[in-house]
């Protein structure tokens, strides 16, 4: 494979294996050890960079993603950003970096230059400094000296302070590089990235044994953590209708290569509960890549977008060589991790109903910590009501099954019956009794049962206007 | 001016910050490097009945494998006991057991390899908990006890009495850069190896023993470590020798740096503890006897545990005067990893033993937990540890009444007590808790520590001391304190890496003592330096050496003003030596364990923390809304450090208590080694509203450097607080309750303590 990219401001003409990541490239091969490993997995942020690529209206977008799981190959076309690259050309430091040094926040300092560039990605698009958004923002860096304080006071710091002009006066520079590269002949051999979608169809369907890789936030830990090789990956990052989400004939329609960041805005429009989950799906680093088809793709039980698409009776449209067809989703899960798509298919599109009026969607995810942890158990509701009878619910759970599974009994308890708490308590005892979990490091099967009734009495609770929700302030 | 108390920035801020600060792995690799891996054991527990290394050694890039019978030396790590072998022989003791370690041109090609082994083990049923640990005898080290007056008297007299039980789980460091070293051959026989360790001295140590070297054929460095927490203390020592006896076997440079997931597999964590009480106590829950009964996992080998075990029997009383007690404690050998030093080491066991049982009095008698603590302290004529060391500095009195009334604990117990009356789900809870933890080493020979300072003739100085930086602020306080001996900005003072070759025989940098022992070093031989120079000065202006000051980078003697660096050259001219070295040993301090007797400390680091939580009592979820910490330092040395020791320490003690969780499956494999399932706090589980206060009334009474008091491990344990604030909101559920509450307080662990006390359970 042989790609071209922007490091730093200067041009990199680079051959490489079709699974080589970007994290070793740096550190091993252009020997920028500033980079730092600390799992390989995507959960840490000490290898963040900042990925820049151009946005709808052309314009220069740096996006802060985990170099240990992003395959070189994604970067090709694009520029990327390391912590050598911050500063100004005479050592003059950033803003965030003086920010970070005034504020004392680094002590071992071998997480310092992932908050740098996630930082830097928030300086750059002037990023909201509540502490919500910081939170945000900052759930995939993992600190285990500071405490984090100094780090959010050095965030909101840094936007206040003058410097970094460099970074604004020679962006176009760079748009200037990729947009002349827009233009290039897309990669092929080894690491094929199509620009069009029935080229990738066609290229698919007749390579059916080759990785499919969208962001790589799953298929980057095969590689880190499996120690597995791949000749020939096949990268949907590049066709740009896969990537699109807009809203026609009633539906969302999301491009299965949206990246969450993407659809975010999207889901806060029409269902701000499914807005609240993906703010806690991997973190902001991971939502840069990570995409819903990969979910769809990956097909866990435990794939957060999934029960809300159950929830919300997604449909989806699947490709393989010249046919598409599409299908709802409930019946895409077919056993554990596999689904309804052959190989050599993949899913171009995702189709979510546009919720009515009357509709609530809740989703409650419990797992052991808030941010950037897999769910033990989470439970996606969608209920259509009148405020005394509930018409339709659409119970969508993870974590109880094989597969992400609705909860049909305890469905079909609430369709007709009045909203009451009595009603709810019913479907929750039917929903208990429907799945038998699994007890594993995340929670034992009893708590997932436990914890799947209280996550749908609230949602019952919710339905009649009463949400119970954690408060983050003290009492006084 | 001073230059100490002040807030100087890290010295390595701005490397952290530009990406130029180098980590092991971060060092220009030597030509000819190969990259290793090990083979870890699939089993928990039984003897290898066959090991085939063939697949290995037949992987491409492969260059050598070694085993035990590769070792020339002795094949053992043991840091104090000699029971901890480098590579298994004929058994395994854990999942994860280092069975062979393998050295390739690439990292990737030697970490495939490593997996590739065919091992048929005889699996033995382990013992994985303290429990089976317990029922089958099974000990690294026997029992011990600390005993003061007749317990089973004034338990027998006591008005009220009670029994209680906790678990609390072990916790891994995570610190962020994993384990690495990086040998090379010398052409002298000898190596130097790179270590990320806490303890140099010891990786040579090792290294020299395993090889069958002199330990002056060994030089170590490290010149920081991507944080440590007590994680390299020891357990550095493996990889070093792996890679030393790969190095060796090969003639070339190697490096071993563990991924995530070995790394966590096969070093060792904080101990889990089961921990039993038995407390008489009178109508107000003063306590009038204790007996105590600690079982801690140590896994297949004793490595530290025999002072970890007793630093938790140190800190079962934590700030309380027990008047009877017995405390007693067994390390139980299981076939999990050894487990080792972690900030605190022990002392957080001990301490959330005594804050749990000072707990269990107050719900008994309905009171306010607060309260009891209060009467329990340590006061005049209730001074007496069960050691028998007299607390002397006693400033929990003083500093929690602080901490209470500017946290505003009574009026949010009462506007909490309220919330929680009119909300069925959500419950809100409160604690603020003391901690005083013991500063020394409590094997008293490592309470000592040297230095070596050059000053070179352009007035720059070169300081070397024995404590490693891991990023607790040590090398930039040490360097304050020189640069204050001599009045010169702190920036003249270079620091160099930790080397055994310059500064020998160094204790690790532990048990928070860094600052105290390598300050004082540093600053003894900074004074012996400094006399010789104004001896020299005084000469030449017929003037005492007593008239001699040193000012701002200058030297002033009657009425003369030379700059520092004309000083220094003028001193080398007249051939005077301009380099020396520092020693301190800490005074006072004596213990006879044999009969649980004597001083173990030089003084007690205290601090109190008040936190207030939220919690679903239908998911168990929860969050920390608001921490208040007053905590002594001492006349802080660097109050930014300090704040930033405290600030990182807490939230470090809030994982260990509630989201991490460490989880082997039924044959003992550990499942939780990777961030992925393993959950440290993030950015979001920092309280909204933190106040961190150092305490300003705060001064050692001993003769520490410039009065300060060490920082590292205390502050963890102010944590304490958050859980017991859990109890405390699970308390709400049902009145006059003890809610059964282990550590960590997950999710699922809140859950069905309350759902226990709504079922009346
Ligand atoms: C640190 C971290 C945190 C995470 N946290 C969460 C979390 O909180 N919740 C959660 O659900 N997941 C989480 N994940 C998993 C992962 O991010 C999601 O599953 C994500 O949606 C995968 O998308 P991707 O584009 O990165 O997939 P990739 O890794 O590129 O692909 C994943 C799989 O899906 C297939 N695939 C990709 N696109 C398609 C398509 N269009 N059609 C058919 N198959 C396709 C691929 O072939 C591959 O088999 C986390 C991962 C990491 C590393
Ligand atoms: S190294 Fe941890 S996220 Fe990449
Ligand atoms: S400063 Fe050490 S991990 Fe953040």
């Known amino acids: 494979m042989r790609l071209r990219f922007l490091l730093n401001g200067a041009v990199q003409e680079v051959e490489a294996h079709p699974s080589r990541l970007l994290l070793g490239w740096l550190r091993e091969t252009a020997g920028l050890t500033g980079t730092k490993e600390g799992c390989g997995e995507g959960d840490c942020g000490a290898c963040t960079v900042a990925l820049g690529d151009l946005d709808e209206e052309g314009a220069l977008r740096w996006r802060a993603v985990n170099a240990c799981i992003l395959f070189l190959g994604q970067v090709d076309g694009k520029a990327v950003l390391t912590v050598e690259g911050v500063a100004q050309g005479d050592g003059t430091l950033h803003p965030v970096q003086q920010a970070l040094v005034q504020q004392h926040a680094s002590q071992c300092g071998f997480c310092t230059p992932g908050f740098v560039m996630t930082l830097f990605t928030h300086w750059w698009r002037l990023g909201p400094t509540d502490r919500a958004s910081l939170d945000d923002l900052l759930a995939g860096n993992l600190c285990r000296c500071t405490g984090y304080r100094p780090i959010l006071d050095a965030a909101r710091a840094a936007l206040a302070l003058p410097g970094g002009d460099r970074h604004r006066d020679e962006a176009w520079r760079i748009v200037r590089q990729l947009r002349a590269w827009h233009d290039r002949p897309p990669l092929a051999r080894g690491f094929v990235a199509p620009r069009n979608l029935d080229a990738l169809a066609d290229h698919l369907a007749a390579h059916p044994g080759a990785l499919l890789l969208a962001g790589g936030t799953d298929a980057g830990l095969w590689v880190t953590k499996d120690l597995r090789d791949y000749d020939h990956v096949v990268h949907l990052g590049e066709v740009a209708e896969l990537r699109r989400i807009g809203v026609a004939d009633g539906h969302l329609q999301v491009g299965a290569a949206a990246t969450y960041t993407d659809l975010l805005p999207h889901a806060q429009t029409h269902w701000p509960a499914f807005a609240d989950l993906l703010r806690r799906l991997g973190s902001e680093l991971i939502r840069n890549s990570a995409t819903l088809g990969g979910n769809l793709g990956s097909a866990s039980p435990i794939g957060d977008t999934l029960p809300v698409l159950l929830a919300l009776d997604a449909t989806l449209v699947l490709r393989h060589g010249e046919r598409r067809w599409t299908l709802p989703v409930d019946r895409f899960f077919l056993d554990y991790k596999r689904t309804a798509l052959p190989k050599g298919g993949f899913v171009e599109r995702i189709d979510l109903p546009l919720p009515p009026p009357d509709l609530t969607l809740h989703v409650t995810k419990v797992a052991k910590r808030f941010d950037q942890d897999i769910s033990a158990v989470l439970l996606a509701t969608a209920f259509r009501h009148d405020g005394h009878t509930i018409h339709t619910a659409r119970i969508g759970i993870g974590g109880m099954a094989a597969t992400p599974a609705r909860a049909r009994s305890a469905e079909a308890r609430l369709e007709g019956a009045p909203l009451t708490p009595a009603t709810f308590q019913g479907a929750a005892a039917a929903l208990a009794s429907e799945f038998q979990p699994l007890t594993d490091l995340r929670a034992s099967a009893g708590y997932r049962l436990e914890a799947a009734r209280a996550a749908l009495l609230q949602a019952g609770a919710a339905a009649m206007g009463d949400e119970v929700a954690l408060p983050l302030e003290p009492v006084a | ?761």
């Open chain 2, 1 to 761: 001016m001073s230059r100490v108390h002040q807030s100087l920035a890290h010295d390595s801020a701005v490397q952290h910050v530009t990406g130029r600060a180098r980590y092991t792995d971060d060092l220009p690799e030597p030509k000819g490097l190969l990259h290793a891996a090990v083979g870890l054991s699939q089993c928990a527990a039984g003897r290898i009945m066959a090991l085939d290394l063939g697949p290995v050694r037949n992987s491409p890039g492969v260059v050598a494998v070694v085993t035990a019978a590769d070792i020339p030396g002795v094949n053992d790590i043991g840091p104090v006991f000699h029971d901890e072998p480098v590579l298994a022989t004929d058994r395994v003791d854990y999942w994860g057991q280092a069975l062979f370690a393998v050295a390739a041109t690439t990292v990737e090609a030697a970490r495939r390899a490593a997996r590739l082994a065919q091992v048929t083990y005889a699996p033995e049923p382990p013992l994985l908990t303290v429990d089976q640990a317990l029922a089958a005898a099974s000990f690294v080290l026997p029992p011990h006890t600390m005993q003061k007056g007749d317990v089973e008297a004034a338990l027998a007299t006591a008005p009220h009495r009670l029994a209680c039980e906790l678990r609390m789980g072990g916790q891994d460091h995570f610190y962020l850069e994993g384990q690495i070293a990086l040998v090379l051959p010398q052409d002298d026989g000898g190596f130097l190896v790179y270590s990320s360790t806490q303890h140099p001295s010891e990786i040579q140590h090792k290294v020299a023993e395993v090889l069958g070297l002199p330990s002056a054929a060994v030089t170590v460095e490290v010149r920081r470590m991507g944080g440590g927490f007590g994680g390299k203390e020891t357990q550095g020592n493996l990889i070093a020798v792996l890679a030393a006896l790969l190095a060796r076997q090969t003639g070339r440079p190697v490096k071993l740096r563990l991924d995530r997931d070995t790394d966590m597999e096969l070093t060792g964590k904080r101990h889990d503890f089961k921990s039993r009480f038995e407390v008489g106590f009178d109508d107000e829950g003063r306590i009038l006897a204790l007996d105590a009964e600690l079982a801690a996992r140590c896994g297949l080998s004793a490595d530290l545990s025999a002072a970890i075990c007793d630093r938790a029997m140190f800190h079962t009383d934590n700030a309380y005067y027990l008047p009877a007690a017995r405390i007693h404690a067994h390390r139980c050998k299981t076939h999990t990893v050894s487990n080792t030093a972690f900030r605190g080491f022990g002392g957080p066991q001990g301490m959330l033993g005594a804050e749990f049982y000072i707990d269990e009095i107050a719900r008994q008698l309905g009171k306010d937990p607060l309260d009891v603590r209060l009467s329990n302290l340590y006061g005049p004529g209730r001074d007496t540890t069960p050691y028998h060391m007299q607390v002397e500095d006693n400033v929990l009195p003083e500093l929690m009444l602080e901490l209470e009334a500017t946290c505003r604990y009574r009026q949010r117990r009462q506007a909490i007590t309220a919330f929680n009356a009119q909300s069925p789900i959500i419950k809100r809870g409160l604690a603020l808790t003391p901690v005083k933890f013991g500063i020394s080493f409590t094997v008293t020979h490592l309470n000592q520590a040297g230095a070596l300072l050059h000053i070179y003739q352009d007035g720059s100085l070169h300081l070397n001391h024995g404590g490693t930086e891991m990023g607790q602020g040590l090398f930039v306080k040490v360097q304050q304190i020189v640069a204050d001996v001599f009045d010169v900005p702190p920036a003249w003072v270079h620091l160099s890496p930790t080397n055994t070759g310059k500064v020998p025989n160094t204790s690790p940098t532990a048990a928070s003592s860094g600052t105290d022992l390598n300050g004082m070093a540093a600053q003894n031989a900074a004074l012996t330096l400094k006399d010789r120079l104004a001896a020299f000065v005084a000469e030449r202006h017929q003037a005492s050496p007593e008239e001699v000051r040193f000012e701002q980078g200058e030297v002033v003697v009657r009425g003369n003003r030379l700059a520092f660096a004309e000083v220094a050259r003028r001193a080398y001219l007249a051939r005077i030596q301009l380099s020396a070295t520092g020693f301190y040993k800490t005074p006072k301090i004596h213990y006879d364990r044999d009969q649980a007797r004597g001083r173990p400390f030089y003084y007690f680091a205290c601090g109190a923390a008040c936190s207030e939580v939220a919690v679903n009592t239908a998911t168990g979820e929860h969050r920390t809304t608001r921490v208040d910490i007053l905590h002594d330092a001492g006349r802080s040395l660097n109050p930014a450090i300090d704040q930033g020791q405290i600030e990182g320490g807490f939230v470090q003690g809030m994982g260990w208590l509630t989201s991490e969780e460490l989880w082997w499956n039924e044959a003992g494999r550990l499942m939780t080694h990777a961030p992925s399932t393993y959950k440290i706090p993030t950015a979001r589980d920092v309280p909204h509203t933190f106040h961190v206060s150092l305490w300003e009334r705060g001064e050692n009474h001993e003769d520490t450097i410039h009065r300060s008091k060490a920082v590292g491990e205390p502050p963890l344990m102010l944590a304490i607080s958050v859980f017991l604030a859990l109890r405390d909101a699970l308390a709400s559920l049902r009145p006059h309750s003890r809610p059964k509450l282990d550590a960590p307080a997950t999710p699922e662990r809140i859950l069905w303590a309350a759902k226990a006390l709504r079922e009346g359970r």
